[in-house]
Each structure stands twice: as C-alpha cells, then as structure tokens.
C-alpha cells in the first residue's frame, strides 16, 4: 500500500500554494494569514483564516488531530470500568479506565469494519461490544471476541489478540486534566504546558485530596462562527465593559453597598507560556470577602503565600487548541472548543468544583455559573452574538486586515522583568500588565504563532495496513 | 463423582451480583435469588463470556458480550444469541457456607 494523505476533506491542502488547479482552496498558504512582524508593530491575522473552509480543513488535520489537545478530566472516569467518549479533531475516542483502574485513550472504531464501539457519552461497562458484528472489547481495549472466529474461514496468520482498540499515539495526564494525541511527535505534555502547569495547579490545589470535579450538568451549544473568537475573547478583557454591559448594570442594581462593586484601582494583565497557551489575569473579582475567605480556608495550608493570592485573582486560561478554564474565583468553568466548520463551533462547559465542598459554598458556585458563564446566563449568550456578527462582518474581505491584535504591543516603560511572573516561578512566558482597562490583545499572538507553525507542517502519512497479517 | 464443595460464605453473595468461584477446576458463577443460591457454568455457550461478569435481569443473567441471556434456575437459554442451555448446579447452605454439587443437574432442552 503507497502512503497518501487520510483526509477526505483537505485535499486541496496538499497542493503547494499557488498550484493554479482553479480551485479557491488549492491556494491556502498559512504562510501568508498571519502577518507577525511584532518589532516593527505589526501583528495581523488574515481574515480567511476565520472564514476559509480550506483553513478549516487544514485546522482540523494538522493542528487538532496532529497536536496535544485535551479530552477529559479524570474525575469523569473515576472508577474501574468507567469510560468517556469524545472526539479529537474529526476522530471518535474512547477514554477508559480499566478494570485495573490505568487510564487508556483509545480510538473508538472497531478494528472489524470501523463502527463507533462505544456510542454513548459516558457510562460504566467491562465490556465494550460493537453493536454490528458482535466483536467485544474489554475497558483496556484488549480484543476479547471475533465473533464466529473458528468458523469464519479467516486466513491462517489472523490473530485477533493483535486486534484491540487502537491507542492514540500519546496519552497523558497533567493534575487529572486528560490529553491525547493523535500524533506520536509531539513533546512531553509537561513540556507542552510548559509555564501553564502552575495556573493548572492553581485550579486543582483548590481541591483537598478528593480532588476536583465535574458538577453534573455538562452543557453542549454551538454558535455559527470561527473557533478563534472563541480563542480570542476568553482572553479578552476589552470587550467585557462592551459587551457585558447589561450584567454590570445588573450587579450594580443588585449591590447592597459600593464595596460590592470592582476595585477602580484594578490591575489586569497577561501571560503568554508559549505553544498558543496564555492566561489573562486580574487583580479582583466579583466575590464577596466572606465568601473568599470561607473557601480560602480550605486550601490556604497547600498553597505558597504567592499561590493564595494568585487564586483570589480573577483568571483566564487558555491551553491551545482546545480547553479553557475560566476562574472567576466565585465559579470556576471548563470549556472545550471543537471547531465543526469554518463557521460553526461545538462548546461543550461544565462548572468544576473542588469535591466534598460545604453546600453553601457549593450552591454559591453553581449560582455564580448559572448567572454568568451558563449559555441560559448572562454573559455567554452576549458572547455567543458578538462571535456570530464577528463572522458576518469578517466576510468583508475587501474592508482589508484588522487592527485587532494591537493592544499591548508597545513596552516602553515596562520593567525588563515581571515582578508577577518572578512571584509565581515563571521562566519563559511572555508578560504585560497595567490598570485594568489595558485591554491587552498581545496574549492572543502566541494561538497565532502555535496555528501558523503546526499549519505550516507537512501532512501526515498514512501506514500500510500492517497487523491484519 | 458426586460431590459437593465449599466455595464461600453465604453472606458474602450479594443478591444484585453474580460471583466466580471454582469447583474442583471447573469456573462457576454462582447467584443469590430470592429463594436461594444457583450456580451456572461460568462460560457462555455462545461467546468467550463469563457470566459472572453478567447482569441480573429478574431470574435471568445477561451475558455482558452480546446481551443472550439464561435461567439462572435451570441454565436453559432464553435470548438470542444464546441458544444452548449453560450446565446448572445444585446448591445448597450448611453452616453458613454455600456448597455446590460438582455434578450439573441433568440437562433439559432449551424451550
């Protein structure tokens, strides 16, 4: 078998830019959607990455399925047996905890004619059986069954122990935040968190030794516009006394004193770890003292005096391509972007909580989310408009690229080191802060850089169908 | 030869799950119903299942490969794909611990 490209749905992309087939998508050049010119000031993505269905296509196969992206959190398959289902890029995973309790990524097609093993979202089972031919699975993939198999005739060197589940190339866990990849050349997953681990550790040091977990509830929408806006806003403070005006009023009727409002005084600012990941912080948050205070208690003891007041910090992260975890420190919310088309993304947000926690702090947790970050909330559903008109007005090719990437690009007066950064044991990350109407857009240039050079690879090879022999 | 053999307390057969245990070297999973233990050859007839790793449905157990299903009173095979009987066991309680007969009852045609 020669090798060829698996997608069905890029073809084009294996042109070279220019090829002249006639056709829109032969022409994709990564290359030429991002303009990073940062020492001269200028950084620029192209409208089409937005709205090319081409760009879409190369996005899915060369970024989503060739990259670490997350999958799940471990407290979603916390016993023997438990498993999830989820999808990578175009591709149906199984992520499983087997009867021994290791934790396994699996692709979820079975090995006989490549139906879909596993078609629910989550449950329990030892055994996973496909629903075609009755070939049966165990939890760690392991063939258990080729039905009929000493009756079927099958050429003399079929084996089917060499017919389990495949698993994804690489699979790891970082503090129970699950990742996979469907590609083998991707560094460690600690190396590619890199300077993002400790905002992890923020999350997870708020749990005790319970550990964290997904309150029940997941939520799955989509809005009708690029993935990216997704990418963008979550790290955009900019646009927050903009478009959620209407829940600051809100708040602002609902204040029983001046001090229930934001500090004027705020600071905000970002980081940027590399690899498209980055964080935007700022120095208040929407919670009451008494509330912080209750739910400081019970983790103060493990965390660094720097860490403490780093958790009281309202937080933004972003683990490129495809998870964000919004800390607000009155909730806390995890969400996971699957782009569906170039103009069409699936989120999928829970609330996670430390476990075990006090019902009243509990109850506050879920009423934050529900007022603000549920899609039947106050916040999402300003978002999820503003993505939408983004992507209708980005189709206004001829209006030329935007000036959207600007903000936080000049340094000058800006210590050499970050103080924040020094506190918090950063190494590499790239930083900015000031007062909190900075509005920094210079965090979202490291997705840009992370897209552009994983685009910027060759496609992916197909094996010859080895192990059928 | 007939026998009968100790296999486990009976207090530690939950009604809602089956339980392997051996007789001589023979796997059995052995059931608490109401009115008593059962036990049924462990493999099923059909598949490379073992029907401790089963769900009770009611008085029968389904077999977790392909959902065929068996009379835990008498092994007779009651859903598809399952259509030969699995051998049944004797049981009985003495002291507190549950024998099972290492002679399968005499089999009887599937309905």
């Known amino acids: 078998m020669t090798t060829s490209n698996p997608s069905s749905t890029s073809t084009a992309s294996e042109e070279p830019a220019g090829a002249g087939r006639g056709d829109r998508a032969a022409a994709v050049d990564p290359a030429r959607l991002l303009d990073d010119r940062i020492a001269e000031g200028v950084f620029a993505v192209h409208r089409e990455a937005f709205t090319s269905e081409a760009v879409h296509a190369l996005e899915v196969e060369r970024i989503f399925e060739r990259t670490w992206v997350y999958v799940g959190h471990e407290s979603q398959v916390a016993k023997p047996n438990d498993y999830i289902t989820t999808t990578v890029g175009r591709q149906p995973v199984l992520v499983t905890r087997d009867a021994k309790g290791q934790l396994h990524g699996l692709l979820n097609s079975c090995r006989h004619r490549g139906m879909v093993v596993c078609p629910l979202r989550a449950g329990n089972q030892k055994f996973h059986t496909c629903r075609y031919h009755g070939w049966v699975y165990d939890s760690a993939g392991a063939n258990r069954q080729v039905s009929a198999q000493d009756v079927g005739r099958y050429p003399q060197a079929f084996n089917a122990q060499q017919l389990g589940l495949v698993p994804v190339a690489r699979f790891d866990a970082y503090r129970g935040f699950l990742f996979a990849s469907l590609h083998a050349d991707v560094p460690p997953l600690d190396e590619h968190l890199g300077d993002s681990r400790p905002f992890l550790d923020l999350i997870a040091d708020q749990a005790t030794e319970q550990g964290l977990e997904f309150v029940p509830g997941a939520v799955t929408y989509t809005f009708d516009a690029n993935w990216k806006m997704q990418i963008e806003n979550a790290l955009d403070m900019y646009h927050f006394a903009y478009v959620h005006v209407s829940y600051l009023d809100l708040v602002r009727s609902r204040a029983q004193s001046p001090a229930a409002l934001p500090p004027p005084d705020g600071e905000q600012g970002s980081f940027s770890f590399g690899r498209g990941h980055a964080l935007m912080w700022r120095s208040h948050s929407r919670v009451t003292s008494e509330l912080l205070a209750r739910r400081s208690a019970t983790f103060a003891g493990r965390m660094s005096e720097a860490a403490l007041k780093w958790s009281s910090f309202g937080r933004n992260l972003t683990i490129f391509p495809n998870m964000q975890i919004v800390d607000n420190v009155s909730s806390m919310m995890l969400r996971v972007i699957r782009p569906l088309s170039a103009r069409k993304t699936e989120m999928q947000t829970w609330c996670i909580a430390p476990k075990g926690e006090p019902a009243a702090e509990r109850a506050a947790r879920i009423r934050e989310y529900e007022d603000f970050f549920n899609p039947s909330g106050l916040a999402t559903p300003d978002d999820n408009v503003i993505y939408e008109q983004c992507q209708t007005g980005m189709a206004a090719a001829a209006a030329g690229w935007t000036a959207g990437y600007l903000r936080g690009i000049d340094r000058r007066g800006l210590p050499d080191t970050s103080p924040h950064a020094q506190e918090l044991g950063l190494s590499g990350s790239q930083w900015i802060a000031g007062p909190r109407t900075l509005g920094d857009e210079s965090c979202f240039h490291d997705a840009y850089r992370e897209w552009a050079r994983l685009l910027r690879q060759a496609p992916a090879a197909v094996p010859a169908a080895e192990g059928l022999r | ?111």
């Open chain 2, 1 to 111: 030869m007939n026998g009968w053999e100790a296999v486990c307390a009976a207090e530690d057969v939950e009604p809602a799950i089956p339980r392997l245990v051996l007789v001589g070297d023979r796997e059995v999973a052995l059931f608490r119903l109401p009115d008593g233990f059962y036990a049924l050859d462990d493999k099923c007839t059909h598949g490379a299942a073992s029907l401790s790793d089963g769900q009770i449905v009611g008085d029968q157990v389904e077999c977790p490969f392909h959902a065929g299903r068996f009379d835990i009173r008498t092994g007779a095979a009651c859903a598809l794909p399952c259509t030969e009987a699995v051998a049944s066991f004797p049981c009985k309680v003495e002291s507190g611990q549950v024998l099972v007969s290492s002679e399968p009852r005499p089999s009887k045609p599937s309905p």
